[in-house]
């Protein structure tokens, strides 16, 4: 130490000094030592305080592939209390994303019993893409369900691994909280770190999508010319969405008009049939009728008969 600062003593006292001393040794084997540690206090204050307990040791080769720095069997002789400790056994390397999570449901797609489909591209480390697609179909089979719904984290970590597996097989895919998942290649195999260390999903579409949400009477090509294309691809959804929307329209009053048909005849059935149970409810209490008619006129004409003679009468009863 004393060929490096002889001012020193042979006493370091702050780990910025300790640096020095370290990068005298270690710059020419193709490291550096960094005591550029701090923190922020608090957190958001933009306030950095220096962290004089912590160092870096960082390569200084190119980043590539298998570009590290391993420190192993430190030893201490003729020092006092102090020195290197190991707090890490190595820097992040390798990719990963935090997903966030929340329950949905891939639905029916009108008569399509399959339903609306997904479709991405995934890829690591600036690797080719690979394209992967579900659909309700899809996740039914997956999780035995049929209501196509993905409920919890755990499920999808296993839909992914379903979809990403046979082309990425060194992804680790885990459900890490109810409402995350970590996606992150595996460091015994990734060596990569920094720039070049990334995990990709693009071109997610969904085959319902977009749905047009302009307002028709915003569009103003005099003003927006630099949005004449988004307002012909607008057009052109709307116009899909109306094709549809009238399709759907058609085949309901379909249904109406037989419906309403149906109804009418039997609404006709019924008329009729009730009409003849009247009719023969009125034959019947027409007779009736007609009976105790008969029973009052012969009784009217027996009192008739007993009221002119009825010394006959009494006779009747000796």
Known sequence: MDAFDPSLGGVITTNTEFAAVLNSVLNVEGAYVSANYGHYVPPGSGNWIHDPKMMSIQTLQAHGDGSYVEIANLSSVGVSAGGLKESFDFGSRGSGMELYFEDFIVHEDGENLDGVEINFTFSVNGGPATSHSFNRTYVNELLGKDSGKIETAEE??????????????????????????MMKSDP??????GSGTRIEFDSIR???EPIPTINFLAID?????NKLSTYIDYIEIATERIIEGAATLGAFQNRIDM???FTSKLMFSFDKSIGRLVDADMNEASTRLKALQTQEQLGIQSLQIANSNSENVVLLFR
């Open 221 to 225: 090509i005099a003003t927006n010319s």
């Open 259 to 261: 419906q309403s048909a």
């Open 156 to 181: 999808m970590a296993i839909l992914l691994h379903s979809l990403i597996d046979a082309d990425w097989p060194d992804l680790i895919i885990e459900a890490t909280s109810p409402s995350t998942i």
């Open 188 to 193: 015994a195999t990734d060596r990569k770190w």
């Open 206 to 208: 969904v085959n319902i």
